[in-house]
C-alpha cells in the first residue's frame, strides 16, 4: 500500500506505533506483519531491513586523492581535440570571473605567490572581483590553466616538454572533481557562481553551469551522445526536458542553444548517460562513500569503482560509443535500433566536424571476453583498475561537511518528527549507511503514469517507460525520465530511485534529481499535492520548520551532533 502523506504521529508514543502498524499489517498484509515489537522500536530510527551493501575494493587513499583531482585517463584529448574547449575559451576571450560565472572553482594552493599577491591585492580594493584588472583578463585564464588550478580541468603535458602550456600545445581534460568539488570561497566567492580557495572535495558544485561550459567548445557537437536526441528509430521523438530534440545534422549553433538553455540544460545539473535523452541530474556529492549505496539515483550500479569506470569511459569521452563494445552498450539500453542509429549518427557528427583518433581514453578490455557489456566492463573496457580502488579508498574516507549549527531544541524537535514521518526509507542517523533498496517509481510519484516506449529489451532491463512530458507541457513529468532508460533493472530491481545521503542539506539550492523543488520547507508542505513526486509531508508550518532544521544540521561527526547521541548509541 504506498504511504499516506499526510499520515505522521504527532507525539512519540511507542504503544501507538506499534498497534497502529500491527493493524495495519492485518488489513494490508504487509511486511509488517512479519516484525516484532522490538524490531519495531529500532525502526524508528531506520527501516527495518536496510541491506547491506557490497564490499570495495579499496587501495591507496593518498594516490586516490590525485586521481580524483587530477586523472584524465586520456580524455584531455576529447575536451581539447574533439570539443576544442580551450580553443573555445580562448577564442571567447573567456577571464577568470567570467569562470567563476559559470560556477568553476580556483584553487589558490596552486597559483605562485606572486599570482596570490596580486588577486589578494586586487581584492582588497574591490572585495566583489567585478573591477579586478587580473580577474577580467582573459590571459589571466590560461595563467589558471597552466597551474592546474581550475578545479575539474588539470591540463596535461601532453607534448612532454616538462612545461605545461596550453598554448603551445598541452591540452585541458576533465576530472571527477568537475561535478564533485569546491573550494572554501576563503579568497573570493561569488553567491551564485564558483570560488577561489582551497579544495573541498566532495561537495557539489551546486552553481556549475556545465551545458554552457561544453558550448564553450567549438565543437560541441562532439558530444552528441549525451544530448537530447531525436531518433529516426523511435519515431523522430525525443525524450526529455526540450520539446524537440537535436540529429546528426544540427548546427553547432542549435547544439549550443540547447547546451545553454536553462530550462533544457539547467546550472548544477550533468546527463550522466549517453542514451540520447535529455536527462540531466542535480550534482550529487562524493564524500563518505562508505555509507553510499548504490551509485547514480537511479540505482543502476551496486560499486562506486564501475561507477567510476563508466564515468570515464562514457561520460568524460563518449567517443567510445563508436566502439564494438559501445556499440553493443547503447544497443542493450535503447534497443538495436535506436542504439545502432545513436552509434552511426555519431560516426557521422565527429567526420562531419574533423574529430580523429579517438577513442581517447586510455582503457583495456577483460581478460575474459565474457566480462565485456557486465558492470565492470559496460562497454567493454576498464580504466586502471587500482587507480579506481585508490579513488574508492579515498572517496570512502572523505570526510562530510559539518551540519548547520541551528536552534537545538528545534532540531530535537524535528529528529521525533522525521522518526515518527521518515524512517520507512530514511536513517536517522547519518554514521549509518544509506538502505539499499529501490524505491519504485509509483510510490516515490503516485503521478507516475508512463506509456510504453519500447516493450522489449534484454534481461534483466524492464520496458523503456516514460510519463509523457517536457519542462513546458506537463512538467511535473520529467521527474521520471532519468530512469526511463537507465534504471536499477541492469540490477535486476525495479524501476525507481535510490536513496540519499542526507548530508551537507545546508549547502543545496534545490531538491529532487530533477531540480523541481526550490527549499527543504517546499520539499516538505502538503500544497504540491498529494501527486508530486516524493508527496510525503509535514503539514503543521511549525513541525515543518523543526524538521527542516533537524535535516540542515545532519552530520556524520558525533562530537558535532550531541543531540542525536540519545537512542541512537545502541544502534551504530
Same mark, same amino acid.
Given at each position: 500500500?504506498?504511504?499516506?502523506?499526510?499520515?505522521?504521529?504527532?507525539?512519540?508514543?511507542?504503544?501507538?506505533?506499534?498497534?497502529?502498524?500491527?493493524?495495519?499489517?492485518?488489513?494490508?498484509?504487509?511486511?509488517?506483519?512479519?516484525?516484532?515489537?522490538?524490531?519495531?522500536?529500532?525502526? %524508528?530510527?531506520?527501516?527495518?531491513?536496510?541491506?547491506?551493501?557490497? %564490499?570495495?575494493? +579499496?587501495?591507496?587513499?593518498?594516490?586516490?586523492?590525485?586521481?580524483?583531482?587530477?586523472?584524465?585517463?586520456?580524455?584531455?584529448?576529447?575536451?581539447?581535440?574533439?570539443?576544442?574547449?580551450?580553443?573555445?575559451?580562448?577564442?571567447?576571450?573567456?577571464?577568470?570571473?567570467?569562470?567563476?560565472?559559470?560556477?568553476?572553482?580556483?584553487?589558490?594552493?596552486?597559483?605562485?605567490?606572486?599570482?596570490?599577491?596580486?588577486?589578494?591585492?586586487?581584492?582588497?580594493?574591490?572585495?566583489?572581483?567585478?573591477?579586478?584588472?587580473?580577474?577580467?583578463?582573459?590571459?589571466?585564464?590560461?595563467? *589558471?590553466?597552466?597551474?592546474?588550478? $581550475?578545479?575539474?580541468?588539470?591540463?596535461?603535458?601532453?607534448?612532454?616538454?616538462?612545461?605545461?602550456?596550453?598554448?603551445?600545445?598541452?591540452? /585541458?581534460? =576533465?576530472?571527477?572533481?568537475?561535478?564533485?568539488? &569546491?573550494?572554501?570561497?576563503?579568497? *573570493?566567492?561569488?553567491?551564485?557562481?564558483?570560488?577561489?580557495?582551497?579544495?573541498?572535495?566532495?561537495? /557539489?558544485?551546486?552553481?556549475?553551469?556545465?551545458?554552457?561550459?561544453?558550448?564553450?567548445?567549438?565543437?560541441?557537437?562532439?558530444?552528441?551522445?549525451?544530448?537530447?536526441?531525436?531518433?529516426?528509430?523511435?519515431?523522430?521523438?525525443?525524450?526529455?526536458?526540450?520539446?524537440?530534440?537535436?540529429?546528426?545534422?544540427?548546427?553547432? =549553433?542549435?547544439?549550443?542553444?540547447?547546451?545553454?538553455?536553462?530550462?533544457?540544460?539547467?546550472?548544477?545539473?550533468?546527463?550522466?548517460?549517453?542514451?540520447?535523452?535529455?536527462?540531466?541530474?542535480?550534482?550529487?556529492?562524493?564524500?563518505?562513500?562508505?555509507?553510499?549505496?548504490?551509485?547514480?539515483?537511479?540505482?543502476?550500479? /551496486?560499486?562506486?569503482?564501475?561507477?567510476?569506470?563508466?564515468?570515464?569511459?562514457? +561520460?568524460?569521452?563518449?567517443?567510445?560509443?563508436?566502439?564494438?563494445?559501445?556499440?553493443?552498450?547503447?544497443?542493450?539500453?535503447?534497443?538495436? =535500433?535506436?542504439?545502432?542509429? $545513436?552509434?552511426?549518427?555519431?560516426?557521422?557528427?565527429?567526420?562531419?566536424?574533423? #574529430?580523429?583518433?579517438?577513442?581517447?581514453?586510455?582503457?583495456?578490455?577483460?581478460?575474459?571476453?565474457?566480462? /565485456?557489456?557486465?558492470?565492470?566492463?559496460?562497454?567493454?573496457?576498464?580504466?586502471?583498475?587500482?587507480?579506481? &580502488?585508490?579513488?574508492?579508498?579515498?572517496?570512502?574516507? +572523505?570526510?562530510?561537511?559539518?551540519?548547520?549549527?541551528?536552534?537545538?531544541?528545534?532540531?530535537?524537535?524535528?529528529?521525533?518528527?522525521?522518526?515518527?514521518?521518515?524512517?520507512?526509507?530514511?536513517?536517522?542517523?547519518?554514521?549509518?549507511?544509506?538502505?539499499?533498496?529501490?524505491?519504485?517509481?509509483?510510490?516515490?510519484?503516485?503521478?507516475?503514469?508512463?506509456?510504453?516506449?519500447?516493450?522489449?529489451?534484454?534481461?534483466?532491463?524492464?520496458?523503456?517507460?516514460?510519463?509523457?512530458?517536457? &519542462?513546458?507541457?506537463?512538467?511535473?513529468? &520529467?521527474?521520471?525520465?532519468?530512469?526511463?532508460?537507465?534504471?536499477?533493472?541492469?540490477?535486476?530491481?525495479?524501476?525507481?530511485?535510490?536513496?540519499?545521503?542526507?548530508?551537507?542539506?545546508?549547502?543545496?539550492? #534545490?531538491?529532487?534529481?530533477?531540480?523541481?523543488?526550490?527549499?527543504?520547507?517546499?520539499?516538505?508542505?502538503?500544497?504540491?499535492? %498529494?501527486?508530486?513526486?516524493?508527496?510525503?509531508?509535514?503539514?503543521?508550518?511549525?513541525?515543518?520548520?523543526?524538521?527542516?532544521?533537524?535535516?540542515?544540521?545532519?552530520?556524520?561527526?558525533?562530537?558535532?551532533?550531541?543531540?542525536?547521541?540519545?537512542?541512537?548509541?545502541?544502534?551504530?
Amino acid at each position: 500500500m504506498p504511504p499516506i502523506p499526510h499520515l505522521r504521529f504527532s507525539v512519540p508514543n511507542m504503544l501507538i506505533v506499534i498497534v497502529v502498524t500491527a493493524m495495519l499489517a492485518v488489513l494490508t498484509g504487509t511486511q509488517y506483519g512479519r516484525l516484532d515489537a522490538e524490531d519495531l522500536v529500532s525502526r %524508528r530510527n531506520g527501516p527495518a531491513n536496510p541491506g547491506q551493501p557490497p %564490499r570495495h575494493e +579499496l587501495g591507496d587513499p593518498a594516490n586516490g586523492q590525485v586521481v580524483f583531482r587530477f586523472e584524465t585517463f586520456g580524455n584531455e584529448r576529447f575536451w581539447t581535440d574533439a570539443v576544442r574547449l580551450v580553443e573555445g575559451m580562448t577564442a571567447a576571450g573567456v577571464t577568470p570571473f567570467q569562470a567563476l560565472r559559470l560556477g568553476l572553482h580556483v584553487d589558490v594552493d596552486a597559483l605562485d605567490a606572486n599570482l596570490r599577491a596580486q588577486i589578494s591585492a586586487e581584492l582588497a580594493q574591490d572585495p566583489s572581483g567585478v573591477s579586478s584588472p587580473l580577474l577580467n583578463d582573459p590571459n589571466a585564464t590560461v595563467q *589558471l590553466l597552466n597551474a592546474n588550478a $581550475i578545479i575539474g580541468l588539470p591540463t596535461v603535458d601532453s607534448n612532454g616538454d616538462g612545461v605545461i602550456d596550453v598554448t603551445q600545445g598541452d591540452k /585541458a581534460g =576533465a576530472s571527477c572533481t568537475l561535478c564533485h568539488a &569546491i573550494t572554501d570561497g576563503s579568497v *573570493l566567492n561569488l553567491e551564485t557562481g564558483g570560488s577561489i580557495g582551497r579544495r573541498q572535495d566532495g561537495r /557539489a558544485p551546486h552553481t556549475l553551469d556545465f551545458g554552457t561550459l561544453v558550448a564553450l567548445g567549438t565543437n560541441s557537437r562532439a558530444y552528441y551522445p549525451v544530448l537530447q536526441l531525436a531518433l529516426d528509430a523511435n519515431g523522430g521523438n525525443t525524450l526529455g526536458r526540450a520539446p524537440t530534440g537535436l540529429t546528426e545534422l544540427s548546427s553547432e =549553433a542549435e547544439v549550443d542553444a540547447y547546451l545553454t538553455n536553462g530550462n533544457f540544460y539547467p546550472i548544477g545539473m550533468f546527463d550522466d548517460t549517453i542514451d540520447g535523452n535529455g536527462d540531466p541530474m542535480h550534482n550529487m556529492p562524493l564524500f563518505r562513500q562508505d555509507l553510499a549505496f548504490p551509485f547514480g539515483s537511479e540505482g543502476a550500479i /551496486a560499486k562506486l569503482d564501475n561507477f567510476s569506470n563508466l564515468v570515464y569511459t562514457a +561520460l568524460l569521452d563518449p567517443t567510445t560509443v563508436t566502439t564494438e563494445g559501445g556499440r553493443a552498450f547503447v544497443r542493450k539500453l535503447g534497443g538495436e =535500433a535506436a542504439g545502432t542509429e $545513436i552509434a552511426n549518427d555519431y560516426e557521422q557528427v565527429l567526420a562531419a566536424t574533423g #574529430v580523429t583518433g579517438f577513442p581517447y581514453v586510455e582503457a583495456t578490455p577483460p581478460a575474459d571476453p565474457a566480462l /565485456a557489456g557486465t558492470e565492470e566492463f559496460p562497454l567493454g573496457v576498464r580504466v586502471d583498475h587500482t587507480k579506481l &580502488i585508490d579513488m574508492n579508498a579515498y572517496l570512502f574516507a +572523505l570526510d562530510a561537511p559539518p551540519g548547520e549549527r541551528g536552534n537545538r531544541r528545534a532540531v530535537v524537535r524535528g529528529r521525533e518528527l522525521f522518526r515518527d514521518s521518515c524512517t520507512n526509507c530514511h536513517n536517522v542517523n547519518q554514521r549509518r549507511f544509506v538502505p539499499t533498496f529501490i524505491v519504485r517509481m509509483n510510490r516515490i510519484w503516485p503521478g507516475d503514469n508512463p506509456v510504453v516506449l519500447l516493450a522489449q529489451r534484454e534481461p534483466p532491463l524492464n520496458p523503456i517507460l516514460d510519463t509523457p512530458g517536457n &519542462i513546458f507541457v506537463n512538467p511535473i513529468n &520529467i521527474f521520471d525520465d532519468k530512469m526511463a532508460v537507465v534504471n536499477a533493472s541492469l540490477r535486476g530491481l525495479p524501476r525507481g530511485t535510490a536513496l540519499p545521503l542526507l548530508l551537507d542539506l545546508a549547502r543545496k539550492p #534545490v531538491f529532487l534529481h530533477d531540480n523541481s523543488v526550490p527549499t527543504l520547507e517546499r520539499l516538505l508542505n502538503p500544497g504540491r499535492g %498529494r501527486l508530486a513526486p516524493h508527496p510525503f509531508y509535514v503539514g503543521n508550518p511549525y513541525e515543518r520548520a523543526d524538521v527542516v532544521q533537524f535535516l540542515r544540521s545532519r552530520d556524520t561527526d558525533r562530537r558535532r551532533e550531541g543531540d542525536d547521541e540519545e537512542g541512537d548509541r545502541d544502534r551504530e
